[in-house]
């Protein structure tokens, strides 16, 4: 992997779980200037190969000067959603929802809570879950992180394939356990508390006691845990029915923590669902079981009392987690959005840092009215970033795929079944084995992706010429219901671009082009907020041509695809019917 960040350029080797799955041998010619043959001597296609991807990002949001001591939100770009934290060892750790990308939950390190790297990932190995069938804003939802006694925890929830769990690790870069199941927590959004006294227990979102009374009418419910067996025991207790003002109906009361400071156990919740309404509340109690007593001012976090047309929005901001720094000074991961065209968001629900302050006993994120900055003073402890793959800010970056492993923010969607990518086959070269499984299926295709983390972006990749029966490409991919592929094939003695589109219905063409001649081409992909361009190059000095310039990138936003995740952007090869 190769990082461009327009000082030079710096090797850097990255590893993942995800290649102790798919590594394979293909048998495939080994000389960079040798064509693939049509197929291996197993007698499969043979494979995809692609020389490098590049992805530069230039939103207008990031131009601004960051000065001396200041940090740049979001801290994690592209969608990194429900982020949730704790401390360890002197550094800070935090997970983020995946749904049903794998590897999944990925495990971020910092030592000041705004420079990450991430390290691993909770679910790493195809066994630990399976999210065949499911649509890819489903299966793992809001993970919560947790530290006691040298053991990491991560209590999740993984929707429609199984329930609730917990994973754990002594080394926050894995080996994760695979999944202790919670018979009898329903819901979602469990997370774990660990009292100075020795009880643990654990939080959840699930219906409340009495029938539900409207749609999103939900309860904050609370157990004790033996942790050692991972077993819930004695009785459940509704801490919050409905929200903090049941009298007006709140809806979606969820991803709690509860805290204790100064002998108050503090009870935070997100509410008012996932969109612009969303928000942060805070309740405290004298006893763990309480009764709360919601704050006066609540909520402590939102967006939904400001001008939804003002320049560059922050919207849809909640779902936060407190953590304690060095110093005493107290901090926020929470997710949000950034918006184009007022509800139109790209890039998913990004994780963001803010401090906390305290006011007359009570935790505030940001007072009501104030915009979420995208620029602010770090902590007192802040340390220079590390080189690592960017994470926010305008960037290019680069991967040579000069590593048999997997690079660490590459994934796929749902658990492959089959080992379908090979990083050692041709050196310098990602190879990707094809296969039947379009975008549009709910089982693993062949497609691995990264996130798209700007309103305004270029992706690119090179690749050879695929073999007949197979169409390779560069894909911009929202979900099975909802994507670009920008593709090539065989045609005869030639070869033909093509664009194909999906947007909730049938797989439409929009465009194709025969050309001869080309053995590699270089793929293109512009995006600028809702306008997206697809080309090629096909090096025979014509320079990039361009099939679509104003193609329909809202498809791939998060209000018109539905769900919870935001774009992604790669390579990606199928086999083809016969035509």
């Keep these: 992997m190769t990082q461009v960040d327009g000082k030079g350029r710096m090797p850097r080797l990255l590893a993942t779980g995800m290649a102790a799955l798919l590594l394979v041998a293909c ?168 009292d100075d006294d020795g009880k643990v227990y654990i939080l959840n979102n699930d219906e409340p006691e009495v029938p539900v009374r409207y749609d999103g009418h939900r309860a904050i419910w609370l157990q004790q845990i033996d942790i050692a067996s991972k077993k819930p025991f004695g009785p459940r207790k509704v801490l919050i029915d409905g929200g903090v003002k049941p009298e007006e109906n709140p809806i979606w009361i969820e991803g709690p923590h509860i805290y204790k400071v100064d002998g108050w156990y503090y009870l935070s919740n997100a509410e008012g669902g996932t969109g612009p309404q969303h928000s942060q509340v805070i309740l405290r109690s004298r006893d763990v079981w309480g009764p709360y007593e919601p704050y006066a001012d609540n909520p402590i976090l939102t967006q939904r009392d400001l001008d939804p047309n003002r320049p560059l929005p922050i919207t849809n901001a909640g779902h936060a987690d407190l953590v304690q720094g060095p110093d005493g000074t107290w901090w926020a991961t929470f997710l949000a959005s950034r918006n184009y065209g007022v509800d139109h968001y790209n890039t998913g629900r990004e994780a963001f840092v803010l401090p906390v302050t305290w006011k007359d006993g009570w935790p505030v994120i940001l007072p009501h009215g104030e915009e979420i900055p995208y620029v602010l003073p770090g902590p007192s402890f802040m340390k220079k970033p ?164 104003d193609a329909d990138g809202t498809v791939l936003s998060t209000d018109v695809a539905g769900g919870f995740v935001g774009a992604t952007l790669g390579p990606h090869a199928r086999l083809e019917a016969a035509r």
């Design 27 to 194: 048998g495939a010619d080994k000389d960079a200037g040798t064509a693939a043959p049509a197929a291996s001597a197993g007698g499969a296609a043979a494979p995809a190969y692609f020389d490098w991807f590049e992805y530069t990002g230039r939103d207008a949001a990031f131009e601004t000067p960051l000065p001396e001591g200041s940090f740049r939100n979001p801290v994690l770009s592209g969608f990194h959603s429900d982020p949730a934290v704790t401390a360890a060892n002197g550094k800070f750790y935090l997970v983020a929802s995946t749904f049903t990308f794998f590897p999944g939950i990925p495990v971020f390190e910092s030592q000041d809570l705004v420079h990450w790297t991430q390290v691993g990932n909770a679910i790493h190995r195809p066994e630990q879950l399976d999210f065949d069938g499911l649509g890819v804003s489903r299966g793992v939802f809001a993970p919560s992180i947790e530290y006691h006694d040298g053991t990491f925890y991560v209590v999740n929830t993984s929707v429609d394939a199984g329930g609730n769990f917990i994973v754990t690790a002594t080394d926050p870069a894995g080996p994760w356990s695979d999944p202790f199941w919670l018979p009898g927590i329903g819901g979602i959004d469990p997370s774990l508390f660990f």
């Design 386 to 549: 590390v080189d690592q793959a960017p994470m926010t800010g305008n960037f290019t970056w680069r991967d040579e795929f000069d590593t048999v492993e997997l690079g660490k923010g590459w994934m796929t969607p749902r658990v492959p079944k089959t080992p379908w990518y090979d990083g050692s086959a041709r050196p310098g070269w990602l190879a990707i084995h094809p296969l039947a499984e379009r975008l549009d299926s709910k089982v693993n295709p062949a497609f691995y992706a990264r996130r798209q983390q700007h309103r305004v972006f270029e992706a690119s990749t090179a690749m050879d010429l695929p073999a007949p029966g197979v169409a390779a490409g560069l894909a911009a991919f929202q979900g099975d219901t909802h994507w670009y592929f920008l593709g090539v094939r065989r045609d005869g003695d030639g070869a033909e671009v093509f664009l194909e589109k999906k947007a909730g219905g049938d797989v439409e063409v929009v465009a194709r082009q025969a050309i001869a001649g080309a053995s590699q081409l270089t793929l293109h992909v512009e995006g600028d907020q809702g306008v997206y361009g697809f080309g090629f190059d096909a090096n025979d000095g014509k320079g990039v041509q361009w099939l679509v310039r």
